[in-house]
Structures are given as structure tokens and as C-alpha cells.
């Protein structure tokens, strides 16, 4: 996790005249998704519990760094959602109260990371505002919030706050370029990320997945690829991902068979792809997708391997009988 360089301004401000990091016991870090205000979070708890920081900065050597590395350090508490929740429960809070007031007679500082805050539903958010009130021993909250105008403003006031904009336009593509490739490439995925670099790197992830699924889909469609071992790799994506952009990709394909002439970003590999099905077939095709989409958002029982298994037939399926008739 290197130091994000348009975080600069944010560490000076934390930075005492000796030169170490200073935090109040409740800082609030806010600012638009994909500025990298949690990675600022992870990386000053890990400065403030280090036993040898440099400057600001963990060390990165000691024994707490190394802890904190593998996440295994017992003063360091990351509180999220459960995997399959989007709140922040009551039960968590109370847990993490517990924890740190049961440590804070060993007189060594704690850091407690939150993210994002505003996933605290009402009673976990009025728990821990007792605490942030009377914080036991050493022990710093760090709040992490894209949207920190949905915290109860009692949270907001006893916390300090750091803001994370949007870094300049020149930064983010000059850092983007080194993970994008080119300058071309970064600037368009800075743009639909609306600036913030972070999101951009999630966005070009992503449309790397579009492409790589374009691929596996003409491979079955041409009868040259395993739909088990296609499904096999989907499965890391996860059925959620997979269908989304498989369903965008067939509805693509549809309108660029519909109507031949259109333009757009994609087109040449596009073009070949949707060549391979007949409308009828890209119906059935986007049919076996919307059905899995739904049953997605009704959260039915769904077997995910099945499913996807499933998806990858369809699409060998589609091209298969009828694709020379238009
Ligand atoms: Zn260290």
C-alpha cells in the first residue's frame, strides 16, 4: 500500500513540530469515494501504533508494523460491514467497546478504524457516540465516510475533520499512467471517475473484465472453449459481476445487430462478436441473463456454479443453430 501523493497536504496537517504524526482521539476523514481516505486510515493507524516511526510514517520494521502487515495487530480494530450486510450492527460496536476497554489498563494506544462510518445504523451509531464522548485510554477513532452529511451531526461534532478532495487533475494522471498504462487511457478513466483516482483504477479493472468476457463469449460461441472451465474462471468474478456485464455486453450486441451502422467505443471486436448469433439468438441469450439478473435481486437460494454453468451453455447455445439467418 504505497503513500498516495496527493495526500501530502493531509499528513502535514497531522504532523507535530516534532515531526510525528498527532492525531486527536476522533478524526473524521471525508471526502468523495475513491480519493483513498481509507488507505490513508490503515496506513496512520499503522504510523500511530509503530514503535519506530519515521516522521509521520510507519517504519514498517518492527514488530508492530509486522502485526499490523498481517493483520493480526490486537490494537488495531477494523470495523466494516458484514460481508453480506451493508450496516455497521450495534452488536459490532459494542464488541469493539469491549475490546479496547478491556486493553486500556495495558496502557498502549489503540486505533480503531471505521469505514465507511456512515454504514453505523442508528443504535451502533448512538453506542459508540458515548464512547467517542469519554474514549478509554489511549485510543484513536479514525472515521472513514464518503458521504459524511449521513452521520448524526452529534458524531460529526466530536470528531476533528480531515477532507480528502479530488487531487488535481495533472497528479491523479500522472499517477494513473502507471497503473493504466498510458496517459490517453488515464485521463478518459479520470473523467468517468469524475476525478477521483481510486475509482478510476476500479473502472479500468473493470472494463478489463468486459474485455476478457467478450473473449471466453465468442470462444463458446465458436464451440472452442469448456463452458465448465469458462464458468469455473467466472466464478472468481462471482455470479453478481459476471451476469451484469454479460448482460450489458449481450444488450451491446443486440443493438449493434439491430442496427448495423452504429458507431461506438468498442465496435470492431464488437462487431465480430455479434456476428456469431442471430437476433433471435441473442434474445434467448440476454433471456437467460435478465432471468439470472432477477432472480439475483430477489435473492433467491441461487446455486452460483450451477448458474453460471448454466450462463456459459446458453451462451455456446445461441450461436449454434440458427446464426446464419439474420
Ligand atoms: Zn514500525
Known sequence: MDRLPWHDAQWARLRSP??????????????PAGTGKRRFAQRLARALLCHSPIEEEACGECRSCHLAAGGLHPDLHVIEPPEDRKQILIDQI??????????????????VVIA?????????????????????????FLLVSDRSGLLPATIRSRCQALTFPCPPTPQAIAWLE?????????????????GAPLHAVALGERRALRGSLSDDLESLMRG?????????????????????????????????????GRG?????????????????????LLDACLAIRSALSRQFNL??????????????RSACDDSSTP
Open 264 to 284: 461506438g467505443s468498442d465496435t470492431g471486436q464488437l462487431r465480430s462478436l455479434a456476428a456469431r448469433a442471430s437476433l433471435a439468438g441473442w434474445f434467448r
Open 303 to 316: 446455486n452460483e456454479r450451477l448458474a453460471l454453468e448454466d450462463l456459459a451453455l446458453a451462451c455456446g
Open 18 to 31: 516534532e515531526g510525528r504524526a498527532r492525531v486527536p482521539h476522533a478524526l473524521l476523514l471525508r471526502g
Open 224 to 260: 472452442a472453449a469448456d463452458p465448465v472451465s469458462v464458468a469455473e474462471r467466472w466464478a472468481g468474478h462471482g455470479l453478481d459481476e459476471t451476469s451484469w456485464w454479460l448482460t450489458g455486453l449481450v444488450q451491446d450486441a443486440i443493438r449493434l445487430r439491430a442496427a448495423p
Open 116 to 140: 465507511p462510518a456512515e454504514a453505523m445504523n442508528r443504535p451502533a451509531a448512538n453506542t459508540l457516540l458515548k464512547t467517542l464522548e469519554e474514549p478509554p485510554g489511549d485510543t484513536v
Open 94 to 111: 459494542r464488541d469493539l467497546i469491549g475490546r479496547v476497554v478491556l486493553t486500556a489498563s495495558g496502557g498502549s494506544r489503540r486505533a
Open 178 to 194: 502507471e497503473q493504466a498504462g498510458s496517459e490517453a487511457t488515464a485521463a478518459e478513466l479520470l473523467a468517468l471517475a469524475h
